[in-house]
């Protein structure tokens, strides 16, 4: 299994990304697919995840201003991040996860930064 996230990068305060996560070696459409984000210092976090059916679950500060969504098609899944704000800097992980007692799959993280 192979996770690719991109799509980080450095964005003044209220400002927008869009990270995508493309998946390979995986039943994609099977799996639940996750972003996760730790920031210095901190513990790793949830931020939003998607099931395998489309359902969606934010971290509760979160939701209003983040979007998940998923293109089967593509194996891709993506974190459409909006009104950024500096506490929001942080490595932004993919995860894959086929059920609750299977192993979580990560990428290798890509970094947003932003600034005030």
């Known amino acids: 299994v192979q996770l690719v996230e991109s799509g980080g990068g450095l964005v003044q305060a209220g400002g927008s990304l869009r990270l995508a996560c493309a998946a390979s070696?995986?039943?994609?459409?099977?799996?639940?697919m996750g972003w996760h984000r730790q920031a210095p210092d901190k513990e790793r976090e949830l931020v939003a995840q998607i099931s395998s059916s489309g359902s969606t679950y934010y971290a509760g500060s979160l939701k209003g201003r983040f979007t998940i969504s998923r293109d089967n098609a593509k194996n891709t899944v993506y974190l459409q991040m909006n009104s950024l704000k500096p506490e929001d800097t942080a490595v932004y992980y993919c995860?894959?996860?086929?059920?609750?007692?299977?192993?979580?799959?990560w990428g290798q993280g890509t970094q947003v930064t932003v600034s005030s």
């Open positions: 995860a894959a996860r086929y059920s609750s007692f299977t192993t979580r799959y």
């Open positions: 070696g995986l039943a994609f459409g099977s799996y639940a």
